[in-house]
């Protein structure tokens, strides 16, 4: 009998252990003939989280937010000078932890963010 009582509190403790780490959460940004996907972006602050850049679109564009990427944490990724550089029908994947703030996107090819090729980025 007294292995049942001692039985049951460890059980609570065994199920009270922090959980282990989870995989970062994914978020697709798209990027097509002058329009990023979704619009707005929305981010957990604090919280690890895989971009997945893809260009649909036949000819190169940018993701480029120099302030967002120089708040983040723990990049991994084909980040250069705050952008992400795409060629036509290509991908890229940055994994990071965003800081809390509103941040403004863009590609920075010729007249695109005239054209419509912008974004904000919502950290909450």
Do not use: W
Not at 6 to 26: G, R, S
């Amino acid at each position: 009998m007294s292995r049942r009582l001692f039985a049951a509190p460890l059980a609570v403790l065994f199920l009270a252990a922090p959980v282990a780490a989870q995989a970062p959460a994914t978020v697709s940004i798209t990027l097509s003939n002058f329009h990023i996907a979704p619009a707005p972006i929305h981010l957990a602050a604090g919280q690890p989280v895989r971009l997945v850049f893809t260009n649909a679109s036949g000819g190169g564009h940018d993701f480029t937010a120099p302030a967002f990427f120089a708040n983040a944490h723990g990049l991994a990724g084909p980040v250069e000078r705050g952008q992400v550089e795409l060629a036509g029908h290509a991908s890229a994947s940055v994994t990071l932890v965003p800081a809390r703030g509103t941040y403004k996107a863009k590609c920075t090819h010729f007249a695109h963010k005239m054209m419509g090729m912008s974004a904000t980025i919502i950290v909450d």
